[in-house]
């Protein structure tokens, strides 16, 4: 065993971390495992949710307003489609360096160019 070096002998250490006792799980795992998918759609602690229960709801991150709950419309589909598309690095830069919505007119300039 080596002896400690002074600067070791004159560093002072950390005092112990509090440490917050865990709480005993109050879950009914036995009944939880016991569930089936329907049981679980039909539970009277997660009832069904419906269009009506969104309407006018607010998202909030940190207690501050965000945004609305919005959905398409009946029958309307996604008017775009996902894509991987490789290109210079350089031009890439150049298109992300005109700021929001550079997707947007990237995909108009590709559209006229067609």
Request: proline content about 8%; aromatic content about 2%; charged content about 30%.
């Amino acid at each position: 065993m080596t002896k400690p070096s002074a600067k070791q002998k004159n560093m002072k250490r950390a005092p112990a971390a509090k440490t917050t006792p865990v709480k005993p799980d109050a879950t009914d795992w036995p009944r939880v495992r016991a569930l089936k998918d329907q049981d679980i759609a039909h539970d009277a602690d997660s009832p069904r949710t419906t269009a009506a229960d969104r309407d006018g709801a607010v998202m909030k991150q940190a207690g501050r307003r965000v945004g609305t709950v919005r959905q398409r419309g009946p029958n309307k589909t996604p008017t775009k489609v996902s894509t991987t598309l490789r290109l210079p690095r350089e031009t890439l830069e150049r298109w992300k360096a005109t700021g929001r919505g550079w997707q947007t007119r990237m995909a108009e300039a590709l559209s006229k160019a067609l």
